[in-house]
């Protein structure tokens, strides 16, 4: 079995590191937004966790911290993402069968989505696509961590 590294080429492995670093940039962001809107530093982090859909996660924390409910809030953010009914259907093959299915949803993103679109043949693109997902998924975690703390000392 082809570890995900040999599969994927160097500009591709680049291109996704950078995306990562970039998303783990936006999860600083996120976080020190959450706290600083009057959030607990563990509802940014666990929402990031269990959610994983930052644009989902920006438009629940904004509508909490005016003052809206988490029920509207919820309601907004799956409405946002929809878009991953479709994403679903045209990677199935990509993300797998069984157990794989359940992790391959969690992490599924617009940005590891375009990347396993991106490629030509099926390995390739399962390869950039758990790449950028795990990748995405472990820098946006560590950056809403250090926002949260950074706004935690801010406010």
Not at 89 to 106: E, F, K, M, N, T
Request: net charge positive; aromatic share 10%; proline share 3%.
């Amino acid at each position: 079995m082809r570890s995900i590294w040999r599969t994927l080429d160097r500009r591709l492995a680049r291109d996704i590191g950078l995306v990562c670093l970039a998303d783990g940039v936006v999860g600083v962001s996120y976080g020190a937004i959450s706290v600083g809107g009057g959030l607990p530093l563990w509802l940014p982090v666990v929402l990031s966790i269990v959610v994983f859909a930052g644009a989902s996660q920006f438009l629940f924390v904004g509508i909490v911290a005016a003052g809206g409910s988490p029920i509207a809030a919820m309601v907004a953010g799956l409405l946002v993402n929809t878009r991953h009914l479709a994403f679903g259907l045209a990677l199935s093959d990509v993300i797998g069968s069984g157990w794989r299915r359940w992790p391959g949803s969690h992490l599924m993103t617009d940005e590891n989505v375009a990347f396993a679109m991106g490629q030509d043949e099926l390995k390739q693109r399962r390869a950039a696509y758990w790449a950028g997902g795990i990748g995405i998924f472990v820098c946006w975690n560590i950056g809403v961590v250090i926002g949260g703390l950074a706004g935690s000392v801010i406010t």
